[in-house]
């Protein structure tokens, strides 16, 4: 693109999105046991992880986990550890699992985190292709595993445990207790007192740090190396735009295996100092969340989901005085909560009522969720609905939504403070340069890059451009702002026979945001243009119906009225003007439409029953509608097999109109600004 | 407008009267809440027997009878107070090994129906021991606690009453840590919910049954010194333990907190109901305005106050 | 991290001896040959019905001990025998050496033996800790006058027996329920609880009335799981009930069949799956 055709499109939407550089290596602590050594100089005091154990937090300062972690490193030496070793860690989330990560990483050796609850065969996979010579294990139930494929992997030496609970029986000479390790790695320590830190010291930035397994949706897993640069550059970016320090507070309970897990409850904690807290078991996450209230918190959207609906459900056994209080007061943080949490004016009274709901509703609320000290909630791994996303901040918790991947060892983009989109995912992070190619596709460069994919340098070259640019997979756009909008995955996305960029689910999902629309079903893969067949929502369609008094009995009928038609017209007229101005999209405005003459019925197949629409299922059945939708004609017959209520089977037939909708070319669009 | 004016004297007149003469309503408050301590201290008796062995203790009242009787009549033996109390304590745990020996260790696993035939005749029999052992006229009872009165802000107040309020909230409040805390707290909660369990994590039956009937003779002690004080020890000491069934409908017959507050309830509303109310039918309410209160709880809350959920969560 | 001295020993043993192969391999041989328990012509009856008729087995320290046959057996009343609830018209028991007519429920506690019931005897108002604390009842020491106050020695005791409360809880894998009433948990956590309260007394000698009933197949691997690292890492001796016969070859070193209140057939597991009397009481003439 020339400087003289960038100037006329700025005004709409970008490619690419503004750069902020990062941060740079530090000489001195370019790895990650450097980093630790040095918080254990400078507050080696302050607390660095806890375990709630025996119903109490029990608690290591920074000097207690390097001398730990210098213990577990001096142990797995004696016990043959080599530099380039490939090393499983596998458990829930434990003190001593992420200090081995440590450990093994300033003996030069590869931590590879793996699921806890894989079965044996799917361990196979990786334990195989990373060569895992050591395996550090949480439990009995974690030995078992590894015992039921022992035989398959010569290349597996020794396995150590850190709970032995059960394992007191088990005579196999390569199955070794922690607590043995750490005294083997004291006593060696103590004879060799140089030996940990030059293992350390020959560290360097450019070494792996650690490799992940991302399950690919086709295909075997593939294994991610990162370096300690990698890490390192990411983590402090996110730290330094975010403000965390050593004070802060955060919750490790998702699985080490994830790169999440392991930049937030771990990289990040060494990079600022913060403390860690590990649960006491799985079970019980959310009552130690209430418990510890950490001011740094990660979910994805399913977490926040059941807790807003275990919340929802305590309400309605509550008092009616109770109810109505907080139906009120709800009311009132819908309309000023994000406001005021974006900083944006509010007037004087809400601002009043929001302190007083703050009083009464949501500080009791945010306390029983255990986020009453978070400060920066992330959610991501999948889209978050806007009303959940809604309801979190306007009670004044600082949700945002990051878009990011292992590949990038996270933060590609982050939502700023203030400047918060529920339907974008932010702009990117400091040092993360981001582009969406010619076909769509969301492209950046970090780094946080990662370094290959291990003994695969075909999916390397595939993913990684020699330039160091990361294909996503995710089709995209950059809004104006230059925040970042993923539209779906690549892959999904279809093309108009001109070769403009199709994105069914987006344009549904944005259609479906109207009140009056509850189900879409857009096409336009391989065609001139695109169309949809709309279900209407009757309840809402129907008071609307009755206000302006027009009469119906049922759904068919009321699908039928010309009125109704106009309302939703002018509705995709308006999504239509706002795809003008989404570069990318603008070509798969919707030409034509129809009410479709009875509602989408997951009796009928049409729906999953999740209530997705079975795409394909749906184009052949209504192939004729779909047939007349692209030809000339307003108006189309059809007769639908439909299965009712008792589950007899009956036939409707219909005369279905069809409507143009007015679009929007580019020409108009830039006339009307 | 008799109709009216009768409106007037019932919801409208005492009211007034409460509030224009706010010093004479604190001291019928203070009244009433005096007398709602004694109310708690007896149906505290209660509830320590009904939880620990489910039976419905009917001799409570013959026990607080039978304690101040034992007192009074060591103290005419010329026995000083502080021997005179110990022995009295000494009396009734005997009493307390006593009903296990002979009453209920006999009765394990029999109907909650016969428990309390037999509670009857438990009554009638200390009744008369009782009785025979130190005679049948009204006694009075003085242990040398001052009763001298005087007035803050106004109120008058009597230095016996405050006594025995301050007696009576302390030894609630051992009593609720007691049950709460320690070895045998537990164990007898574990009693109350379940015999074949607490038999198999090894707690003796014979031992809490003892221990409670002794605590409970102990307060029945402490209930009686009070009452005797005032109105002397007599006969119809033991029927004060009527009193302590409205109390006890109200504060749910497993809670001590619903034991003490259901009393105060019943104090005060009684006391209050007798100024103000009294007049207008002549008078007498306070002997049945508890029943009356209890049926009305019965009707809309028949667990009380502070019914099983409550105390189960403790 | 500090764990106190009456905490479960969880410390492992060095793997001392190594065996030389890599391959997974099986435990040795358990020998059992100190008598803890013997039953000796026990024979208790109802009125007219015969519960138990000359009954006479033992139970060795450290063995898990399998109580089976049909319903109507007499297995449970085998069982509150030992401990004390039902008192035999004929036999003895003998118990670490002492011989005696009969057992009362308290001493048997007192002297280590605790139990789980077929039909869950929790005390169902008290919270999981409530109940598990309960089990410490008999841990307690302090006098009366110390408890009354809650002060000093007491207190300190409260929680040294807290801290052993809390290492069966984490040894059960209860941690999430530690709060919650008992009577609101569902059946499977129950038995789990019951269990955990039986622990708590640091029993010799565990009786489990079929402590998987009603369970379904995970809560049973749980379960037996659970069964075996008690005897395990505490070395408790197990005498249990149970109606599935998968999981008692499985679980148990010795087993004893009774049927119409007589004891049919005693061995290992393998011994009594062949005898054929227990096959006839199994498959001949039901009366179940």
Known sequence: MNE??????????????????????????????????????????????????????????????????????????????????????????????YWTIAAVQSLGGIPVPMYQDAVADEMKFVLDHAGVRFAVVENQEQVDKLLQVWEDFPQLELVVYDQPRGLRHYRQDFLHDMANVLAAGQKFDSENPSFYDDEVAMGVAGDTAIMLYTSGTTGQPKGVVLTHENIYLTAINAAQQEGLTERDESLAYLPLAWVGDHIFSYAQSYVTGFCVSCPESSDTVLTDLRELGPSYFFAPPPIFENILTTVMIRMEDASALKRKMFSYFMGVARRAGANILDREPVGVVDRLLYWLGGVFVYGPLKNTLGLSRVRICYTAGEAIGPDLFVFYRSIGINMKQLYGSTEASVFIT??????????TVGTPAPGVELKVADDGEVMFRSPGVFKEYFKNPEATAETKTPDGWVHTGDAGLIDEDGHLKIIDRLKDVGRLVDGTLFAPKYIENKLKFFSHIKEVVAFGNQQKFCTVIVNIDLEAVGNWAERGGITYSSYQELAARPQVYDLIQEEIEQMNSELAKEQNLAGSQI???????????????????????????????????????????????????????DGRKGTISADLAIRDVRTVTAGEQLAAE | MEFISFLNLVFVAPFVDMVSFPIFFAEVVIAGVLTGIMYSLVALGFVLIFKASGVFNFAQGAMVLFAALTLVGLMELGVPVLAALLGAVAVMTVLAFAVERFMLRHLINQDDIILFMATIGLTFLIQGFGEMVWGSNVKALDIGIPSESFEVGGILLNEFDLFAAGSGAVLVAVLAVFFHYT?????????ADDHQAAMAVGIPLKTIWVTVWSVAGFVGLVAGIMWGAKSGVQFSLSLIAL????VLILGGFTSVPGAIVGGLIIGVGEKIAEIYWGPLVGGAIENWFAYMLALVFLLFRPQGLFGERIIERV | MTVTEVSAETAAQPNAEPEGDGAPTAAPERVFDEVLLEISGVSLSFGGVVALSDVSFDICKGEIRAIIGPNGAGKSSMLNVINGFYHPQQGTITYKGNVRKKMRPHRAAAEGIARTFQNIALFRGMSTLDNIMTGRLLKMRRGLLWQALYWGPARDEEIVHREFAEHIIDFLEIEAIRKTVVGQLPYGLQKRVELGRALAAEPELLLLDEPMAGMNVEEKEDMSRFIIDVNDEFGTTIALIEHDMSIVMDLSDRVVVLDYGRKIADGTPDQVRANPAVIEAYLGVGHG
Request: charge should be positive; hydrophobic fraction near 40%; aromatic fraction near 6%.
């Open chain 2, 183 to 191: 070895r045998i707290g537990r164990a007898l909660r574990a009693v």
């Open chain 1, 414 to 423: 982050i939502q700023p403070d203030g400047e918060i989109k529920p339907d």
């Open chain 1, 4 to 97: 003289g055709q960038g100037a006329g499109v700025a005004a709409t939407a970008a490619t690419s999105a503004p750069f902020r550089p990062g941060a740079s290596v530090d000489l001195e602590f370019d790895t990650f046991p450097k980093l630790l050594k040095r918080n254990a100089a400078v507050r080696g005091t302050r607390s660095a992880m806890r375990e709630k154990d025996y119903g109490i937090w029990q608690s290591w300062t920074w000097a207690e986990v390097a001398a730990e972690v210098r213990a577990i490193a001096c142990g797995l030496s004696v016990l043959g550890l080599r530099r380039g070793d490939a090393v499983a860690i596998i458990g829930d989330n434990r003190p001593r699992l």
């Open chain 2, 243 to 246: 009193k302590a069934l409205p």
């Open chain 1, 591 to 645: 030409h034509r439409f129809l009410l479709l003459h009875k509602e989408l019925d997951p009796d009928d197949g049409e729906l999953t029953r999740t209530r997705k629409v079975r795409r394909n299922f749906v184009a052949e059945k209504y192939s004729t509608v779909i047939e007349a939708l692209y030809g000339t004609a307003d108006h189309c017959q059809i007769t639908t097999e439909v299965t009712f209520e």
